[in-house]
């Protein structure tokens, strides 16, 4: 719902000429509202200006762009390449511009509020993701130094010191560049800070060295994802130099740890481990992802001296005694977000499995099942252990064996779940040729009688909107879920794999000629 304070605000932004020629008489309470204006229409010119001379000490993009009295709808998804853009050269020009310094005010710019999400609503439907606004404004804050320096001594800019938080997303691409901008940050009007950093296709010693110049102290989230790799005696070596007070969620890539392969010496690291993850006291997210841990949850969570709300064990191997230490750990009666997919949850350990729904029922609103070996035998055990999960939002549970008879069963008890919006489910097992084994392979995916399949979604969706359930969204993305990073950088990713596998043959072949 707009007000009319806002449609005459979109009326006023329609004209980008005649905001330029009177943004000296505007209000500098009016700055927020036409700013909002301006992006909902993708005026890039007119969110240029309106930053270029922003009146008022912070510049909250989050706040902005949220939901306001005078315009309800939420707009910090749309992460609109040209509105974005357009903010960011204003954001230099504001410094470059050199009006009097008594008018600039601007102390804080916040530009961690922006969404990336796989459906943008803006008109020019190219976004300017996490990586890019990374890039874009770390080559802002190097040229910006490097005009400053062309110019006369005694220019406003020395007089101007923002500081601009951010969300860092840094690759093998960005490295370099951010690097300088993080390294030559006091020197610049616009000072980095960083609340969190996300590192993809990163060599360890690389990663080590922007951690440090990125204020660990101040970080509330540490990615470490793809093709970075963070064994434990690296993770280690951090951890003992590194301090993160304040960190919230830290998510570290696949095959961190892996017992199978550990010696007494590496007990006593996973041990250490669990100590310096205890010294975050605010930590409550945690992302395990293919790191084998089987038998060991308990010497790494244990320590803990702050309970998880969010927590990822996928594919982690888990046996009989990590279920049951985490269904009767201090986590489990806080657990927001759980990921245990890859494990056979309903036959290895059921009762324990069931007790952990059970003592996170209250607090549990995602829960991620995939490639569980849950079929319909087991159907009656999971909405038994399901039931008292009412606080449920997301449900996924791709990659299972049930029939479409199973899979209408379970959307009967779906619909009554009061908050539950999201699931994704999986192809029905009887859509698929009888000599599929499960896990299906990549190359097996796509190979079911599609029209079959449509007939199974069109019948789920009749009983969701026989319940009067339209608000669930149901899909079966394939592939997996959409990753806004991933999505982003996928061509980098891709050609670091296509290089690896080059290497990796070349290593072969002069193995090969060596034996010779």
Not at 181 to 192: C, D, G, N, Q, V
Request: glycine share 4%; aromatic share 8%.
């Amino acid at each position: 719902m707009r007000s009319l304070r806002f449609l005459s605000a979109e009326v006023l932004v329609s004209d980008a000429q005649r905001i330029r020629k009177n943004l000296g008489y505007i209000a500098h309470n009016l700055f927020p509202l036409l700013f909002k204006a301006g992006y909902l229409q993708e005026q890039g010119d007119v969110v240029h200006d309106l930053v270029e001379n922003w009146p008022l000490p912070e510049l909250n993009l989050g706040k902005l762009l949220g939901r306001t009295a005078d315009h309800q709808e939420d707009i910090r998804s749309r992460a609109c390449h040209v509105c974005l853009s357009s903010c960011l050269a204003g954001l230099r020009d504001y410094v470059l511009n050199c009006s009097s310094p008594y008018a600039k005010r601007l102390k804080t710019v916040d530009l961690t509020g922006i969404r990336d999400v796989e459906v943008q609503l803006c008109k020019c439907q190219k976004t300017l993701g996490r990586w890019a606004r990374t890039e874009l404004l770390c080559k802002i804050c190097f040229d910006l130094l490097v005009e400053i320096e062309r110019r006369p001594l005694g220019l406003c800019e020395s007089e101007i010191s923002v500081d601009v938080l951010v969300e860092l997303f840094v690759t093998e691409r960005s490295y370099e560049l951010a690097v300088q901008a993080l390294f030559l940050r006091h020197h610049s009007p616009l000072k980095i800070h960083c609340v969190a950093f996300r590192a993809d296709n990163l060599a360890p010693r690389k990663l080590f060295y922007i951690i440090k110049l990125a204020e660990p102290s101040l970080l509330r989230r540490f990615e470490v994802v793809h093709n970075v790799r963070l064994e434990m005696e690296h993770l280690q070596v951090l951890l003992n130099n590194v301090c993160f007070p304040q960190l919230t969620a830290l998510m570290l890539p696949a095959r961190t740890f892996d017992v199978r392969r550990f010696t007494p010496e590496d007990e006593a690291t996973l041990a250490s481990t669990g100590e310096k993850l205890s010294q975050m006291t605010q930590l409550t997210e945690l992302g395990l992802p293919f790191s084998t841990l089987t038998g060991r949850i308990r010497k790494l969570l244990s320590p803990l001296k702050t309970p998880l709300k969010v927590l990822d064990v996928s594919n982690c191997s888990l046996n009989h005694a990590d279920m049951a230490y985490l269904a009767n750990s201090l986590h489990s009666n806080h657990l927001e977000v759980l990921d245990i997919s890859g494990h056979d949850v309903t036959d290895l350990y059921p009762s324990t499995f069931f007790k952990l729904l059970s003592h996170s029922s209250r607090t549990l609103k995602h829960l991620t099942l995939e490639e569980c070996n849950i079929q319909d035998i087991h159907l009656n055990m999971l909405i038994l252990g399901l039931a008292p999960c009412r606080k449920l939002e997301e449900l996924k549970f791709l990659g299972n064996p049930l029939s479409s008879r199973g899979l209408k069963g379970l959307f009967t008890i779906f619909v009554d779940f009061p908050r539950l919006k999201y699931i994704e489910f999986p192809v029905p097992k009887d859509c698929y040729p009888n000599d599929i084994s499960y896990p299906i392979d990549d190359a097996d995916l796509l190979k079911f009688d599609h029209q079959k399949y449509e007939r199974v979604v069109e019948e789920l969706h009749v009983i969701l909107l026989e319940a009067k359930r339209e608000d669930i969204k149901a899909s079966t993305p394939l592939f997996g879920s959409y990753d806004a990073a991933v999505q982003e950088t996928g061509n980098e990713l891709g050609s670091f794999l296509l290089k690896s596998f080059r290497d990796a043959l070349e290593s072969f072949r002069m193995a090969l000629r060596e034996s010779n």
